[in-house]
Nanobody
Framework: QVQLVESGGALVQAGGSLRLSCAAS????????VGWHRQAPGKQRESVAR???????NYADSVKGRFTVSRDNAKNMVYLEMNSLKPEDTAVYYC????????????WGQGTQVTVSS
């Protein structure tokens, strides 16, 4: 069983930056897709960013140009660099990895809280 542990969530002011990290308990080389979802209070969980092995990436329209997803296969880590944060970015952020391009059927962590104050 693969375990994913997110870290880096914090309280930050609007306009600030955060870097979320996701550590996997095993090698991530075999995972075709890695990425992040988030869930805000009272809202449905949504996809934020996805990175396909080979370099293709997808982002939610609301974070394009501000967030960047990356992976380090040597360290078994996935990251989410978040800049120009807005109060509407407040949510629990979940890291996911899958051997398929669709992350929904992959492995997920327990989440890390990001709170952006205005």
């Amino acid at each position: 069983q693969v375990q994913l542990v997110e870290s880096g969530g914090a309280l930050v002011q609007a306009g600030g930056s955060l870097r979320l990290s996701c550590a996997a308990s095993t090698s991530i080389v075999s995972f075709l897709a890695v990425g992040w979802h988030r869930q805000a209070p009272g809202k449905q969980r949504e996809s934020v960013a996805r990175l396909i092995r080979g370099g293709r990436s997808n982002y939610a329209d609301s974070v394009k140009g501000r967030f960047t997803v990356s992976r380090d296969n040597a360290k078994n880590m996935v990251y989410l660099e978040m800049n120009s944060l807005k109060p509407e970015d407040t949510a629990v952020y979940y890291c996911g990895m899958s051997i398929y391009s669709d992350l929904r059927n992959g492995y997920w962590g327990q989440g890390t809280q990001v709170t952006v104050s205005s």
